[in-house]
């Protein structure tokens, strides 16, 4: 065989290989595409309470056998001829009160998309919690905004500040310190935030609990539906 032919032979062999390993990702992601996304639902409806909480908050909370309620919405932002769409979790105590909302975003990182859950207060006016819902940074590098010390910087950050990110520590209140060697990562986060607070905050409302905007009128004309509905 000349050295033409076996080159030819081997860019075939190449190719078939690359087409079969593909064929085989595309399948692989097929198959556990939606097992993924229902871990990340199952993972968010559990750290609602803590983003909106606290820890001890949320912890008092479960030990003493009570939930939040929570329902889901998405809100839809049409800014520069682009339409985002946002899954909002509104949150209320058990008795009533609204007491936070969990924006769910994401944005381009060093490696890979970052998705992030945005913990705000009622009135969307400050930041209750920051949560990295999946990433692929760099391991030891871009990979530490999953650490708890970095993240908490924004907890009560007011949402009517744009954060910026400063190197080398001394971060004032509209700051957020760079982890270091990873700046272009703890940007990243820091632009999702920013641009999730400035398409979401103003649309958030203060609602009593769902079951508490019944109307009367509403229960009075239609008790049956009513129950069945509860």
């Keep these: 065989m000349s050295l033409k032919n ?5 860019a075939w062999l190449v190719l078939l290989l690359a087409t079969l390993f593909g064929t085989a990702l595309a399948g692989i992601q097929a198959k556990l595409g939606p097992v993924i996304e229902a871990n990340k639902v199952k993972e968010t409806m559990a750290k609602i309470p803590v983003l909106v909480l606290g820890e001890d908050l949320a912890a008092e909370l479960a030990d003493d056998n009570q939930t939040l309620t929570i329902k889901s919405r998405v809100v839809e ?3 520069n001829g682009i339409t985002k769409f946002y899954t909002v979790y509104d949150a209320w105590l058990p008795e009533g009160k609204m007491i936070g909302h969990v924006v769910k975003a994401d944005g381009q990182g060093y490696a890979d998309k970052i998705e992030l859950l945005v913990g705000l207060d009622a009135q969307g006016k400050r930041i209750t919690g920051l949560f990295v819902l999946a990433q692929k940074e760099t391991p030891g590098l871009g990979a530490k905004i999953l650490e708890d010390a970095w993240r908490g910087q924004f907890k009560e950050k007011s949402t009517e500040k744009h954060l910026s990110v400063v190197k080398g520590g001394g971060a004032k209140e509209d700051q957020i ?9 703890s940007k990243s986060v820091t632009g999702i935030v920013n641009t999730a607070v400035a398409n979401v905050a103003s649309q958030l409302e203060v609602t009593a609990g769902p079951e508490k905007n019944k109307t009367p009128a509403l229960q009075n004309k239609e008790p049956s539906k009513n129950k069945e509905r509860s």
Excluded: F
Aim: charge should be positive.
């Design 177 to 185: 310190d760079a982890i270091s060697g990873a700046t272009i990562s």
């Design 77 to 79: 932002v049409k800014k």
């Design 6 to 10: 076996s080159n030819l032979v081997q």
